[in-house]
C-alpha cells in the first residue's frame, strides 16, 4: 500500500508517479506474466502426464520452485522500490507533476484511467474538480482576481477522458484562435474546467453542480447568461450536473441557455463496449485471465461510457441544446461513417438518437462535421461558425 501523505497544496512530485508506476509494474506486467506463465506450463504439463493423470515430475517441480521464486522477488523488489518513493515522495522534494504540461498531461491520462483508485489509494494523485487559469487551480474567492475583466455571459468548457483544460487550444493553428479566445472576442467569458475523468458520471455531476453555484454566485458581476461546452465525456459531466442541479433544485440551471457538446457519447461508446466483453472473454480461460485483469483496470469514469446517459437524465427544458458529431468519411451516412463514427463515438450517440429514432433532446440541433477524428473537433473551423450562430 501506499505511504500517506501530509496534506501538501503543492501537489504530487514526479516520485509519486514512479512509485505509482512500480506498483502498476507488480500487480499488472509481473502478475501476469506469471499467472500467463503458470497457466500455460500447467497445460503442457498436464499433456504430458498419463492419461490416467499422475504426480508432478521432478523437472516440472523444479521449473515450479525456480520460476515462483523469480517472480516473487522481482515484485518484492517494485514494492520495496514503490514504497521508498512513497516515503520519499510524502517528505515533499522533488519535482511536480503540475510544474510543466508533460506532468500535467501524464496526472489527467493517469486519472482518466484509474481516477477513481488514484481517490482511494493515492489521494495526492488525485485531480480536484477546478477551474484553471494558467496552469493552476483558481479559488472560488478568487475569481474576481483571476477574472479582472469578468462580463455577465460565461462559457464553461470541461474537456473529456484522460484530457486536461490546456486540449481546448489543440489544432490552434489550423484555425488561427480557439474557441474560447473566439467567444471572449464575442463579450463571453470562458472558464476552463479541470476533472478528474476517472471518476464516476454521478460523481463528477455531483462535484459539477456544487462547483457551478459557487462560481455564479462568486462571480465578479451579476451572471446574466451561462453556456455549457462539453467534449466528449466532458458532455456527459455537464448533462449528470444539470441533473443533479434539478433535483437540489439549484438555481444555477436557470441561468443556462445553452448547451454544446461535441462527440459525446449520449449512448455510450463501442470502444468501452468493447473493453468490457473483452475482459469477460479472456478471462474464460487461465491462460488469458490475466489480461483481461488488465483490462479491468479501468475506471468507473471509462466503464461509464458503455451506456452513456439515457432518457432518466433529461436535458434542463430552458437550455438549447447543440450537438456535434463528427466521421472520418465525408458523409455520416457512408457505411464506414455510420459504423466507425470519429473512431471513439458514432453520429447516433453523439445525436443521442437510438435505432428506433428516439431522441434524447427533442429540438436540439445537430451539426456534422466529416473528414474528421474525434480530437479533430477541437477547435474545428466548421464548429468555430457554428458557436458564431449559436453563441453570438
Known amino acids: ?97 503540475e510544474d510543466g504540461p508533460r506532468g500535467r498531461f501524464v496526472s489527467s491520462a493517469v486519472n482518466g484511467l484509474i481516477g477513481d483508485r488514484l481517490l482511494r489509494e493515492r489521494p ?28 455577465g455571459k460565461v462559457v464553461v468548457l470541461l474537456h473529456g477522458l484522460c484530457e486536461n483544460e490546456s486540449y481546448w487550444n489543440r489544432w490552434r493553428e489550423r484555425t488561427g484562435t480557439t474557441y474560447g479566445e473566439a467567444l471572449a472576442g464575442r463579450g463571453w467569458t470562458p472558464v476552463f474546467l479541470r476533472a478528474n475523468t476517472g471518476l464516476g458520471l ?16 462568486g462571480w465578479p458581476v451579476e451572471v446574466e447568461q451561462v453556456a455549457l ?19 437540489a433544485e439549484r438555481p444555477w440551471t436557470e441561468r443556462v441557455t445553452d448547451v454544446v457538446t461535441l462527440g459525446t457519447p449520449h449512448l455510450g461508446a463501442p470502444i468501452a463496449w468493447g473493453i468490457g466483453h473483452g475482459s469477460r472473454g479472456l478471462g474464460v480461460l487461465p491462460e488469458t485471465a490475466a489480461f ?52 471513439l463515438v458514432r453520429p447516433r450517440s453523439a445525436y443521442g438518437r437510438d435505432r428506433r429514432g428516439r431522441t434524447l433532446f427533442p429540438g436540439g440541433e445537430v451539426l456534422h462535421v466529416g473528414r474528421t477524428d474525434h480530437f479533430g473537433l477541437l477547435n474545428h473551423p466548421e464548429v468555430h461558425r457554428a458557436l458564431r450562430r449559436w453563441l453570438p
Open 1 to 97: 500500500m501506499p505511504v500517506p501523505h501530509a496534506p501538501a497544496a503543492a501537489g504530487p512530485t514526479y516520485l509519486d508517479a514512479l512509485s505509482l508506476l512500480g506498483q502498476v509494474a507488480d500487480e499488472l506486467v509481473v502478475r501476469s506474466v506469471r499467472d500467463t506463465h503458470t497457466a500455460w506450463a500447467d497445460r503442457v504439463h498436464a499433456v504430458a502426464r498419463p492419461a490416467t493423470g499422475g504426480a508432478a515430475s521432478v523437472p516440472e517441480r523444479l521449473h515450479r520452485g525456480i520460476a515462483g521464486a523469480v517472480y516473487a522477488g522481482v515484485s518484492a523488489g517494485l514494492r520495496a522500490a514503490s514504497t521508498g518513493l512513497d516515503r520519499a515522495a510524502a517528505t515533499g522534494v522533488g519535482p511536480r507533476l
Open 229 to 247: 461546452v462539453g467534449h466528449s465525456l466532458g458532455g456527459l459531466v455537464v448533462r449528470a450536473a444539470g441533473a443533479v442541479a434539478t433535483e
Open 292 to 343: 483481461g485483469r488488465i483490462l479491468d483496470w479501468r475506471s468507473v469514469g471509462v466503464h461509464d461510457l458503455v451506456a452513456g446517459l439515457a432518457h432518466d437524465v433529461p436535458p434542463l427544458p430552458h437550455a438549447r441544446y447543440r450537438l456535434v458529431a463528427a466521421t472520418l468519411t465525408r458523409s455520416q451516412r457512408h457505411p464506414v461513417g455510420d459504423v466507425v463514427g470519429d473512431l
Open 202 to 217: 454521478r460523481e463528477n455531476g455531483v462535484a459539477l453542480a456544487g462547483l457551478m453555484q459557487r462560481l455564479v454566485d
Open 124 to 151: 495526492q494523485m488525485a485531480i480536484p474538480m477546478a477551474v484553471r487559469r494558467g496552469g493552476r487551480d483558481v479559488p472560488l474567492d478568487g475569481l474576481a482576481e483571476a477574472f479582472p475583466a469578468a462580463t
